[in-house]
Antibody
């Protein structure tokens, strides 16, 4: 069974750093993009960007460029989304999704809730 | 960036009725790379339709997608209680990939 398992909920203070993870199983991790999606409380879905685990090449939605960083370790089939300095406005649910190259997102992780509050 | 506008914002229907949800793009969607997702409270989105009209694995045939260019539709022929939730369209033909704002399908 193809699965993406995300790390657990996080509660952080503004200015702190954070890395959340997304581990794939049941498929070849290096042959699909991992896309990250944000959903702020009570709001819709936004694509943050994607990473190709094969070579760690990335694409960032310009709206998010410079505030988040993607990385991946294909040896353990895991992708990461990282912040160096969180803001209260980063409070959201973050989903990872498998995306075959240039295709639709077909498998989603369960989501990681990030709460940033002083 | 392609902006997707979904209508209506909320659709109130009864089980057994037919539901039609629309998605309009600000410019033509490359290769009709348009997907539909369903999201229920507390759950991750689930892929329903891709390539504008292809049903994802395990999706019942009461769901159908149509459209091309800038206008797309998903139709649910006979609503079941489990079909209620929020539906999002998404284009993945041009970066950044973008979502519509969602249509909430609720029980009347």
């Amino acid at each position: 069974e193809v699965q993406l398992v995300q790390s657990g909920a996080e509660v952080k203070k503004p200015g702190e750093s954070l890395r959340i993870s997304c581990k794939g199983s049941g498929y070849s991790f290096s042959t699909h993009w991992i896309t990250w999606v944000r959903q702020m409380p009570g709001k819709g879905l936004e694509c943050i960007g994607r990473i190709d685990p094969a070579d760690s090449s990335t694409y960032y939605n310009p709206s998010f460029q410079g505030h988040v960083t993607f990385s991946a370790d294909k040896s353990i089939s895991t992708a990461y989304l990282q912040w160096s300095s969180l803001k209260a406005s980063d409070t959201a649910m973050y989903y990872c999704a498998r995306q075959p190259y240039y295709r639709h997102m077909d498998v989603w992780g369960e989501g990681t809730t990030v709460t940033v509050s002083s | 960036e392609i902006v997707l506008t979904q209508s209506p914002g909320t659709l109130s229907l009864s089980p057994g009725e037919r539901g039609t949800l629309s998605c309009r793009a600000s410019q033509s969607v490359t290769s009709n790379y348009l997907a539909w997702y369903q999201q229920k409270p507390g759950q991750a989105p689930r892929l329903l339709i891709y390539g504008a009209s292809s049903r994802a694995t395990g999706i019942p045939d009461r769901f159908s997608g149509s459209g091309s260019g800038t206008d797309f539709t998903v139709t649910i022929s006979r609503l079941e209680p489990e079909d209620f939730g929020v539906y999002y369209c998404q284009q993945y033909g041009s970066s950044p990939h973008t979502f519509g704002q969602g249509t909430k399908l609720e029980i009347k």
